[in-house]
T-cell receptor, first 115, second 115 residues
Framework: NAGVTQTPKFQVLKTGQSMTLQCAQDMNHEYMSWYRQDPGMGLRLIHYSVGAGITDQGEVPNGYNVSRSTTEDFPLRLLSAAPSQTSVYFC??????????????FGPGTRLTVL | GNSVTQMEGPVTLSEEAFLTINCTYTATGYPSLFWYVQYPGEGLQLLLKATKADDKGSNKGFEATYRKETTSFHLEKGSVQVSDSAVYFCALSGTTTGGYQKVTFGTGTKLQVIP
């Protein structure tokens, strides 16, 4: 049982490049989400999904796209990278979007630097 | 909207000292409250949670009590160890008008325990 996995662990991009951060979970969780972590700002929600084919925006969605074609996978796409997107990105999942008591399970993170 | 305020860090303690990390929240309704811990280079993991007023969450010697009257969820440990050095996040989970779980994180408090 791998839990939540993310690739790559580190990435350096040049301004304007695009890339996809991968996230997968093997717990059959309905709810998946992407956060970015910046110093002094905690975790901010980028996008989330309540099931295959259903996604929605979080607090800071601009510059990012998501899709969810399967229960397991929830990739995050940076369309045209900007230095402001330099951050640590975490994918998280929980068993259901309906219960506010549910625990979030986090991946190990991707550290992204945009030059 | 919902918000979580936690004490600024870093907090530096000697081994076996008593730890308190303050957390207060603003929320509508009856949220669930969580403490997550992030060890260096890793993702967040659940430390403890409480889902209703006066509940006490506990794990690994850490405790926190859900105080609705003071809207607080302070984290305490009687005797910290070097291995407790990490960043601690207070979080609340509520329900949006659309019925979805929404998690709001504090900015994190870094704890350093010295031998």
């Amino acid at each position: 049982n791998a839990g939540v996995t993310q690739t790559p662990k580190f990435q350096v991009l040049k301004t304007g490049q695009s890339m996809t951060l991968q996230c997968a979970q093997d717990m059959n969780h309905e709810y998946m989400s992407w956060y970015r972590q910046d110093p002094g700002m905690g975790l901010r929600l980028i996008h989330y999904s309540v099931g295959a084919g259903i996604t929605d925006q979080g607090e800071v969605p601009n510059g990012y796209n998501v899709s969810r074609s399967t229960t397991e996978d929830f990739p995050l796409r940076l369309l045209s990278a900007a230095p402001s997107q330099t951050s640590v990105y975490f994918c998280a999942s929980s068993s259901t979007w309906r219960q506010q008591t549910d625990t979030q399970y986090f991946g190990p993170g991707t550290r992204l630097t945009v030059l | 909207g919902n918000s979580v305020t936690q004490m600024e860090g870093p907090v530096t303690l000697s081994e076996e000292a008593f730890l308190t990390i303050n957390c207060t929240y603003t929320a509508t309704g009856y949220p669930s409250l969580f403490w997550y811990v992030q060890y260096p280079g890793e993702g967040l993991q659940l430390l403890l949670k409480a889902t209703k007023a006066d509940d006490k969450g506990s794990n690994k010697g850490f405790e926190a009590t859900y105080r609705k009257e003071t809207t607080s969820f302070h984290l305490e440990k009687g005797s910290v160890q070097v291995s407790d050095s990490a960043v601690y996040f207070c979080a609340l989970s509520g329900t949006t008008t659309g019925g979805y779980q929404k998690v709001t994180f504090g900015t994190g408090t870094k704890l350093q325990v010295i031998p």
